[in-house]
């Protein structure tokens, strides 16, 4: 098989993860994470009257390169929070988000609403360490793991106290989701194996989760009108990280997404 961007991400998450264990025992961060603040509920807030927007707090990509500096993460979020934000997404992705977990620690610090660990979730090492940072939830991207890790690593993330965001880009990722009955769902538009973009995909796939499964159409929002049409298909939240960060009133951007009528699917 020919390699993917995602699978030179995932070696390159595996790689600074092994530096990390190396430097802090498993033990030690089993017991960071039973010791951590409790998890904050998530499902309720991306469910309102109101779309739910969870804002990205995201340096680059591998798409796109730099984005922003972002200086102090945890001004950001609180600028994202005080504008209506359901939730906050830190990427710690390093190499090529150019995140850390001194962002989630920040972050988590500096809002009362559940932060997102966005990350590359392979092992169960960097759940324990999510949950000690005070992640309230986590991604699973279905397309980086097997059906066993998928079903291993949602009930991993659910002990800890944590909500799993199950990320599909397609109708086969979807069916591979349901056997693990999440109750939070994302759509990502972006392809992570080619970084292609496919605004389409939310409204393809929507008619195929349950209701009451909560849902996120991710990526390539960039402004009301697209949110909205993600909002009329069916999505209870949007996921947003480079039009909030790149633009010039990052809180002006998340109250125009968080006014936007929730949905009635
Ligand atoms: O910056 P955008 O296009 O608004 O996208 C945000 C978010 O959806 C994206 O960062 C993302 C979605 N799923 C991911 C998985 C890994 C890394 C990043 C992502």
Same mark, same amino acid.
């Given at each position: 098989?020919?390699?993917?961007?995602?699978?030179s991400?995932? *070696?390159?998450?595996?790689?600074?993860?092994?530096?990390r264990?190396?430097a802090?025992?498993? $033990?030690?961060?089993?017991a $960071?994470?039973a010791?951590a603040?409790p998890?904050?509920?998530?499902?309720?807030? =991306?469910?309102?009257? +109101?779309? &739910?927007? !969870?804002?990205e707090?995201?340096?680059?990509?591998?798409?796109k390169?730099?984005l $922003? @500096? !972002?200086?102090?993460?945890?001004?950001?979020?609180? +600028?994202?929070? %005080? %504008?209506?934000?359901?939730?906050?997404? /830190?990427?710690?992705?390093?190499r090529?988000?150019?995140?850390?977990?001194?962002?989630?620690? %920040?972050?988590?610090e500096a809002?009362?609403i559940?932060?997102l660990?966005?990350?590359?979730?392979?092992?169960?090492?960097?759940?324990?360490?999510a949950?000690?940072? &005070?992640?309230d939830?986590?991604?699973?991207?279905?397309?980086?793991?097997?059906d066993?890790?998928?079903?291993?690593?949602?009930?991993? *993330?659910t002990? =800890?106290?944590?909500? @799993? =965001?199950?990320?599909?880009?397609? *109708?086969a990722?979807i069916?591979?989701?349901?056997?693990?009955?999440?109750?939070?769902? &994302?759509?990502? @538009?972006?392809?992570?194996? +080619?970084?292609d973009?496919?605004?389409? %995909?939310?409204?393809?796939?929507?008619? +195929?989760?349950?209701?009451?499964?909560?849902t /996120?159409?991710?990526?390539g929002?960039?402004?009301?009108d697209d949110?909205?049409?993600?909002?009329r298909?069916?999505?209870? @939240?949007?996921?947003v990280?480079?039009? =909030?960060?790149?633009?010039?009133?990052?809180?002006?951007?998340?109250?125009?997404? $968080?006014?936007i009528?929730?949905t009635?699917?």
């Amino acid at each position: 098989m020919s390699s993917t961007v995602l699978d030179s991400i995932i *070696a390159g998450v595996r790689a600074d993860l092994a530096a990390r264990v190396s430097a802090r025992p498993l $033990a030690n961060v089993v017991a $960071a994470a039973a010791s951590a603040p409790p998890p904050r509920p998530v499902l309720p807030r =991306l469910s309102g009257p +109101t779309l &739910g927007v !969870i804002s990205e707090v995201k340096r680059a990509s591998p798409s796109k390169g730099d984005l $922003a @500096a !972002i200086p102090e993460p945890a001004a950001l979020a609180a +600028t994202y929070a %005080a %504008a209506g934000a359901a939730a906050v997404s /830190v990427l710690t992705e390093e190499r090529r988000f150019r995140g850390s977990l001194a962002d989630l620690d %920040a972050v988590r610090e500096a809002v009362d609403i559940p932060v997102l660990r966005k990350d590359f979730m392979v092992d169960d090492y960097q759940f324990y360490e999510a949950r000690a940072h &005070g992640a309230d939830l986590v991604l699973l991207i279905v397309a980086a793991l097997s059906d066993a890790q998928l079903r291993h690593f949602h009930s991993l *993330a659910t002990d =800890l106290g944590m909500t @799993a =965001l199950v990320e599909v880009h397609d *109708a086969a990722e979807i069916e591979r989701a349901q056997a693990i009955d999440p109750a939070l769902l &994302g759509v990502n @538009a972006r392809n992570l194996k +080619t970084l292609d973009v496919d605004p389409d %995909a939310f409204g393809a796939l929507v008619g +195929t989760i349950p209701a009451g499964v909560v849902t /996120v159409a991710e990526s390539g929002i960039r402004h009301a009108d697209d949110a909205r049409r993600y909002a009329r298909e069916g999505a209870d @939240a949007v996921l947003v990280g480079e039009a =909030l960060v790149t633009h010039g009133d990052p809180g002006a951007a998340v109250a125009e997404f $968080a006014a936007i009528p929730g949905t009635q699917r």
